[in-house]
């Protein structure tokens, strides 16, 4: 089970982008995660008319490695930590390490 995921709030804690906030997009891999607005770079892109790509020079957020991001958590308005927790119907659930409130209930 993974502590960040698709849709989650995330605080850069480490890099260029220290202090920036935003949603998951999406996981690349196993370690690294795509943050809406964060860690942006210009690509050169070639036109594709199949997939209906202009070409040019876009700018587009890269990955980042999961270690320096962290969870938001709105009740602190800080970064958090994650911890698992399997409640009493047996379903294991994410909760925020400072004040014990379970994620996304």
């Given at each position: 089970?993974?502590?960040?995921?698709?849709?989650?709030?995330?605080?850069?804690?480490?890099?260029?982008?220290?202090?920036?906030?935003?949603?998951?997009?999406?996981?690349?891999?196993?370690?690294?995660?795509?943050?809406?607005?964060?860690?942006?770079?210009?690509?050169h892109?070639?036109?594709n008319?199949?997939?209906?790509?202009?070409g040019?020079?876009?700018e587009?957020?890269?990955?980042?490695?999961?270690?320096?991001?962290?969870?938001?958590n709105?009740a602190?308005?800080?970064?958090?930590?994650?911890?698992?927790?399997?409640l009493?119907?047996?379903?294991?659930?994410r909760?925020?390490k400072?004040?014990?409130?379970?994620?996304?209930?």
């Amino acid at each position: 089970m993974e502590k960040i995921r698709k849709g989650d709030d995330v605080l850069v804690i480490a890099g260029k982008d220290k202090g920036r906030r935003g949603a998951v997009l999406r996981r690349t891999d196993a370690e690294h995660v795509l943050v809406e607005g964060v860690n942006r770079a210009k690509k050169h892109v070639k036109p594709n008319p199949v997939k209906g790509v202009a070409g040019g020079i876009v700018e587009m957020e890269m990955p980042l490695h999961i270690s320096n991001v962290a969870i938001y958590n709105p009740a602190t308005r800080k970064a958090d930590r994650i911890g698992f927790k399997t409640l009493e119907d047996n379903t294991k659930v994410r909760f925020f390490k400072s004040n014990g409130e379970v994620l996304g209930a």
